[in-house]
């Protein structure tokens, strides 16, 4: 089974309490690419510039990701610049320069066609349903927004939802996408723009899953709660998102089934790779990382919430 993923591949200047880097590698299809490649293969639809050289495209290669959907564009590659100061859960975004997004046509590779999993990451809703249209027989297709879209291109997005199985969005966004601040009402609320399942994460604190619309009054037994690893030290959030999607998405690809228990497990898949992600600055953890590890830690989450 294959994933395709479209969304930004960037560069990130970030600063956290642990530091700054600048410039570094980043953007949601690329988390979300690395994360999902150790579960399955990965093909990438995305629009970079001029300063995307062989280092970089050396990172996509040695996780054996297919790159042939990344077009070169004259001009820049997209910038984002955020700082995590005061909360380490939420960005605070101080710059972001579509550049080459800005003008780009996204056109899907004769090779990506086949592929039975559509992701659309991060990134201008416009985009994202172009792609959707253009791959309309894919078995399960997930996406992710943010603050920035749902303010500005409510619209746009709207039309996304409408053709989502799941959408991976934090707590913050979900609140503001329904105009609901109690977080059960909100994600019945959002999944009734679309989604059959939604997947609220909350930084540290884990994530939930909501599936299906619940009785009036509780919904807990279409509800899970996957925990995320305490850490004595988080370095760089940025990215835990597209991680945690993608370690979910590459695990659901991966199964021959999708059964609730695969969706339950595939939601601990998503907090392992979460909490690999954020443990140095970009991408630099993922990019050393086994699938013996993220096994190891798999078991952890499970004897973290294990009852007897
Ligand atoms: P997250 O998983 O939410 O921390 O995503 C972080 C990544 O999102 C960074 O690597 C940024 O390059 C990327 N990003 C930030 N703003 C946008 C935007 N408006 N559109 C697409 N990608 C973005």
């Not at 690395?34 to 990965?42: I, K, P, Y």
């Not at 500005?152 to 996304?160: K, M, Q, T």
């Not at 934090?170 to 329904?178: G, P, S, V």
Request: with cysteine; net charge negative.
């Amino acid at each position: 089974m294959s994933i395709t993923v479209v969304g930004s591949v960037a560069y990130d200047s970030i600063e956290t309490p642990a530091g700054r880097r600048d410039r570094c590698l980043g953007g949601a299809a690329t988390y979300f690419s690395l994360a999902a490649s150790f579960f399955t293969d990965v093909r990438v639809i995305a629009v970079v510039g001029e300063d995307f050289g062989p280092e970089q495209e050396a990172v996509f290669a040695a996780r054996n990701i297919d790159t042939r959907g990344i077009e070169r564009a004259a001009g820049k590659s997209f910038f984002w610049e955020g700082s995590y100061l005061d909360n380490l859960n939420e960005a605070k975004t101080h710059n972001t320069e579509l550049n080459v997004f800005a003008a780009f046509e996204p056109k899907i590779p004769a090779a990506y066609r086949d592929s039975q999993f559509l992701f659309l990451a991060n990134i201008d809703p416009v985009l994202q349903r172009r792609v959707r249209e253009t791959m309309p027989d894919v078995k399960l297709v997930a996406g992710d927004t943010m603050n920035y879209w749902i303010k500005d291109h409510r619209p746009a997005l709207l039309e996304v939802l409408k053709g989502l199985d799941v959408l991976l969005i934090n707590d913050t966004e979900a609140r503001m996408l329904a105009g609901d601040n109690n977080l059960v009402r909100a994600a019945r609320a959002v999944m009734a723009m679309g989604p059959r399942a939604l997947i609220v994460k909350h930084g540290e604190y884990g994530a939930t899953l909501f599936h299906g619309a619940g009785p009036k009054g509780g919904s807990a037994e279409r509800t899970f709660r996957a925990p995320a690893m305490p850490l004595d030290e988080v370095v760089d959030p940025t990215g835990a998102g597209d991680s945690f999607a993608g370690g979910f998405f590459g695990y659901l690809a991966s199964q021959p089934q999708l059964t609730p228990g695969v969706f339950r497990r595939a939601m601990f898949y998503g907090s392992v790779m979460g909490s690999f992600a954020v443990e140095r600055f970009g991408t630099e953890r993922l990019q050393q990382l086994s699938r013996q590890e993220i096994d190891g830690r798999f078991n952890l989450f499970r004897e973290l919430t294990h009852l007897d």
